[in-house]
């Protein structure tokens, strides 16, 4: 390969990687003026800034501002709106009272109806909620009216669910699912959720039969900027799932839609998730998606999309979605095996490879892969290690997380790129035999283990190609093998990205090793370049830049504010109390009142209440005795009904509270219901995990009552909250530093009371 070419092949290979991210999202232009039939995104954020001004949790103030605002506005639209309220618990045991908002657009059958749903609640306690899920909220009420603009009549039955209590435990779906009675109606969901503020905006399907129709539906409706794979699918349907369609499929067997946009994941459940840090383009991408597929399916037989059928499918720039059925799998999978075969042995018989230097080409492959591995299994232990303050960034993924997966990313070349330029006397075409084997072998494990992964198989027989290419000619096309990496650039690269930042920086492993996979897939390209210690050294040093980079961004500002957590527990069993803080990385304004001289943190260790990530309290040190008012706890009835202990118990709030959390002794019950919600049958165990959560509005009590054997020794322990330490009469704490907010997950900025009663 000349100079020229080698040069060439690798701007090439730049701009390929670079198009494969840029292309799967639309931009963003002003559209305010853009025709009424259009999906407008500046139009939609108007909806997203109102939303989003404040925290606008159930039981907060905000929260029925904002669900006015959408009655409002559906109204504008001509559509009657319902509010259905009750209480609902969800399968969490978080009992809440939730407010869901309804509209329809009446189609001309009675076929099944289309639902469009997010959530309009936001999490407790700071979220601004802009685009978790003010967004999804927009993203709706602008594509209903673009719809409505049309003036058209559709078949089927058009329902808007604005849901409440998602945050709390799925609680507005089940209470519309379980209690309202347009849920026999649905045929077809789609979700429209958030985990961050910007990026691309990911399909995910939900459905207990096979995706078949879905896909092929989904396909023939046609949106520009797909995003999605079987992958994301298989792996879905592996884990507990946790949005409102879970509770469509799960209780009623509705299939439907998630799309869901993951990046900037440093903003979800914060106050950062404002107005400002939605990004406009992810915005957009979820506007692309709903307008073909609300035209689609207003019109499309909602009753004929189950089937037994699965798919593979995944999304490349400009051929969109693709998809085959599962069936394909073993043969696509036996014809790569057998043409890997045949080349590799015709290539022996006619001395255009080399039996002795393919085994020697293992060599390189399986070292980059092992020390690429170990790169990034260890790198965000080490990352905790130097920067302590990460710690206390819960999900895991740091502000500075995007320059880490560039620094490992580039870390992972220079060691590929490296460990190769020691194997230089290799010729290219033995090198090739390695990288097809690991894909094969892949593939063939995601054909008994992950079927969603097979469509592994489609850059295998790119290479294949480039395989005969470079085993035949002695000076092949450099620009025909460029164009046979497209498939393995387009669909898999965006993966480097993916895994870290939806899952946090633990997962750098997968863009370390994913890296070096992909490395190796080019090889066709990569062994004709002669100075391969050069291009190792340059990434050496730029991911050294990277590092440093991330460095001197480690810190905190205002834009990018460190979590911070602080509590005030009164035990009103003992009349003491503290200061407590979840913060492993004290800053000044924690250390006002706890720090690692203090009481240690165990005297708390069983008194911290239930958490996304069962975090603990770190530090905690005693405190004055403040005057708050303990909760007034009344045990209304006390009998034998049939020989069995029926026991009513009411709890008062005594001050503006939030929440209420009761955790019991080893004792199992035969029924527990709370205000008059029956809860699930893991409250019931004879655990001393949580029995239940009360998010309360209104300072409404808590009502429960217990079915149990006679002379049980019953021990229940309650755990009163309040978000407002910050503002209560009773306090004097200053406001946090502007580098600083509250920690999500957690209780926080919380006056919490504990009291233990035995019945």
Same mark, same amino acid.
């Given at each position: 390969m000349s100079k020229i070419a080698r040069i060439l092949t690798l701007i090439l290979l730049l701009l390929a990687i670079y198009f494969s991210f840029i292309a799967i999202m639309p931009t963003y232009s002003a559209d305010k003026d853009s025709a009424l039939t259009n999906f407008s995104t500046d139009r939609a954020l108007k909806h997203v800034a109102?939303?989003?001004?404040?925290?606008?949790?159930?039981?907060?103030?905000?929260?029925?501002?904002?669900?006015?605002?959408?009655?409002? $506005?559906?109204?504008?639209? +001509?559509?009657? =709106?319902?509010?259905? $309220?009750?209480y609902t618990a969800g399968d969490w045991g978080n009992l809440s009272y939730a407010s869901?908002?309804?509209?329809?657009?009446? /189609?001309?059958?009675?076929?099944?109806?289309?639902?469009?749903?997010?959530?309009?609640?936001?999490?407790?306690?700071?979220?601004?909620?802009?685009?978790?899920?003010?967004?999804?909220?927009?993203?709706?009420?602008?594509?209903?009216?673009?719809?409505?603009?049309?003036?058209?009549?559709?078949?089927?039955?058009?329902?808007?669910?604005?849901?409440?209590?998602?945050?709390?435990?799925?609680?507005?779906? $089940?209470? &519309?699912v379980?209690?309202?009675?347009? %849920?026999?109606?649905? +045929?077809?969901?789609? *979700? &429209?959720?958030?985990?961050?503020?910007?990026g691309p905006s990911y399909m995910l399907i939900e459905t207990n039969q096979g995706n078949g129709k879905l896909i092929e539906e989904f396909t023939a409706a046609n949106p520009e900027y797909p995003v999605a794979n079987s992958l %994301?699918?298989?792996?879905?349907?592996?884990?507990?799932?946790?949005?409102?369609?879970?509770?469509?499929?799960?209780?009623?067997?509705?299939? /439907?839609?998630?799309?869901?946009?993951i990046d900037d994941h440093f903003d979800y459940h914060t106050e950062k998730d404002n107005y400002e840090r939605l990004d406009k383009k992810t915005l957009a991408h979820q506007g692309s998606y709903l307008m073909p597929l609300l035209r689609h399916f207003a019109d499309t037989d909602l009753s004929a999309l189950k089937t037994n059928e699965d798919a593979i499918y995944f999304t490349a720039p400009v051929f969109k979605t693709v998809s085959y059925p599962f069936s394909w799998i073993w043969p696509m999978f036996a014809i790569a095996v057998v043409l890997f075969i045949v080349i590799?042995?015709? +290539?022996?018989? *006619?001395?255009?490879?080399?039996?002795? $230097?393919?085994?020697?080409?293992?060599?390189?492959?399986?070292?980059?892969?092992?020390?690429?591995?170990?790169?990034?299994?260890?790198?965000?232990?080490?990352?905790?290690?130097?920067? @302590?303050?990460?710690?206390?960034?819960?999900?895991?993924?740091?502000?500075?997380?995007?320059?880490?997966?560039?620094?490992?990313? #580039?870390?992972?070349?220079?060691?590929?790129?490296?460990?190769?330029?020691?194997?230089?006397?290799?010729?290219? @075409?033995?090198?090739?035999?390695?990288?097809?084997?690991?894909?094969?072998?892949?593939?063939?494990?995601?054909?008994?283990?992950?079927?969603?992964?097979?469509?592994?198989?489609? @850059?295998?027989?790119?290479?294949?190609?480039?395989?005969?290419?470079?085993?035949?000619q002695k000076k092949p096309n450099p620009y025909l093998l460029f164009f046979l990496t497209l498939p393995v650039i387009t669909i898999f690269a965006p993966f480097v990205k993916m895994f870290?930042? +939806? #899952?946090?920086?633990?997962?750098?492993?997968?863009?370390?090793?994913?890296? =070096?996979?992909?490395?190796? !897939?080019?090889?066709?390209?990569? /062994?004709?370049?002669?100075?391969?210690n050069r291009l190792a050294l340059l990434l050496f040093i730029l991911s #050294?830049?990277? &590092? !440093?980079? !991330?460095?001197?961004?480690?810190?905190?500002?205002?834009?990018? %504010?460190?979590?911070?957590?602080?509590?005030?527990?009164?035990?009103?069993?003992?009349?003491?109390?503290?200061w407590a803080t979840y913060d492993s990385y004290l800053t000044e304004w924690t250390a006002q009142y706890v720090d690692d001289t203090k009481t240690s943190p165990k005297e708390l260790a069983n008194t911290t209440i239930s958490s996304k990530y069962n975090s603990s309290f770190n530090y905690v040190a005693n405190a004055a005795i403040k005057k708050v008012a303990v909760p007034k706890i009344e045990k209304t009835q006390d009998t034998l009904i049939n020989n069995k202990r029926h026991l009513k118990i009411c709890i008062t709030p005594q001050?503006?509270?939030?929440?209420?959390?009761?955790?019991?002794?080893?004792?199992?019950?035969?029924?527990?219901?709370?205000?008059?919600? %029956?809860?699930?049958?893991?409250?019931?165990?004879?655990?001393?995990?949580?029995?239940?959560?009360?998010?309360?509005?209104?300072?409404?009590?808590?009502?429960?009552?217990?079915?149990?054997? @006679?002379?049980?020794?019953?021990?229940? =322990?309650?755990?009163?909250?309040?978000?407002?330490?910050?503002?209560?009469?009773?306090?004097?704490?200053?406001?946090?530093?502007?580098?600083?907010i509250p920690m999500p997950f957690v209780l926080n900025d919380a006056i919490l009371i504990i009291k233990t009663v035995k019945f």
């Open positions: 109102e939303i989003g001004k404040e925290p606008h949790a159930v039981g907060f103030k905000a929260h029925a501002d904002v669900k006015n605002y959408i009655v409002a $506005e559906l109204q504008k639209l +001509g559509l009657k =709106t319902t509010v259905q $309220e009750g869901n908002i309804l509209a329809k657009i009446k /189609g001309k059958t009675s076929n099944k109806a289309l639902l469009l749903l997010s959530h309009y609640d936001s999490n407790p306690h700071s979220s601004l909620g802009a685009s978790d899920a003010g967004s999804g909220v927009a993203t709706i009420l602008e594509s209903i009216r673009a719809y409505l603009e049309e003036n058209k009549t559709p078949t089927n039955d058009i329902i808007i669910l604005l849901s409440d209590g998602e945050e709390l435990g799925l609680n507005g779906a $089940e209470l &519309f379980n209690k309202h009675p347009w %849920a026999k109606d649905v +045929g077809l969901v789609l *979700n &429209f959720e958030a985990r961050g503020s910007g %994301a699918y298989s792996i879905y349907k592996m884990l507990p799932n946790d949005t409102d369609l879970t509770v469509f499929r799960e209780d009623a067997d509705i299939q /439907g839609f998630n799309f869901a946009f590799t042995v015709l +290539g022996l018989k *006619n001395k255009t490879l080399d039996a002795k $230097e393919i085994i020697v080409g293992f060599a390189p492959l399986l070292i980059s892969i092992l020390i690429t591995g170990v790169a990034g299994y260890f790198s965000w232990t080490l990352l905790k290690v130097m920067y @302590p303050q990460y710690k206390d960034i819960l999900h895991g993924f740091t502000y500075n997380g995007y320059t880490y997966i560039a620094a490992f990313t #580039l870390l992972a070349l220079a060691i590929c790129f490296y460990i190769y330029h020691k194997f230089k006397k290799l010729k290219t @075409p033995n090198l090739v035999v390695a990288p097809l084997f690991i894909w094969l072998v892949i593939s063939g494990l995601a054909a008994v283990y992950l079927k969603g992964a097979s469509y592994t198989i489609v @850059p295998v027989f790119a290479l294949l190609v480039s395989f005969v290419i470079v085993s035949n870290p930042v +939806g #899952l946090g920086l633990k997962m750098l492993v997968a863009s370390t090793v994913l890296t =070096t996979l992909l490395f190796v !897939a080019i090889t066709p390209i990569f /062994g004709f370049y002669k100075h391969k #050294l830049g990277g &590092f !440093a980079m !991330a460095h001197f961004n480690s810190g905190f500002t205002k834009d990018n %504010a460190k979590p911070s957590s602080l509590l005030y527990v009164l035990d009103a069993n003992t009349n003491t109390a503290k001050r503006n509270v939030n929440r209420l959390d009761i955790y019991k002794n080893n004792v199992a019950l035969e029924q527990a219901v709370v205000n008059g919600v %029956a809860l699930p049958d893991y409250s019931l165990l004879d655990s001393t995990s949580k029995f239940m959560t009360h998010y309360i509005s209104n300072n409404n009590y808590t009502e429960i009552s217990l079915i149990l054997e @006679p002379n049980t020794p019953l021990e229940l =322990t309650f755990f009163e909250a309040s978000n407002d330490l910050l503002t209560n009469e009773h306090f004097s704490i200053p406001a946090r530093p502007e580098n600083e």
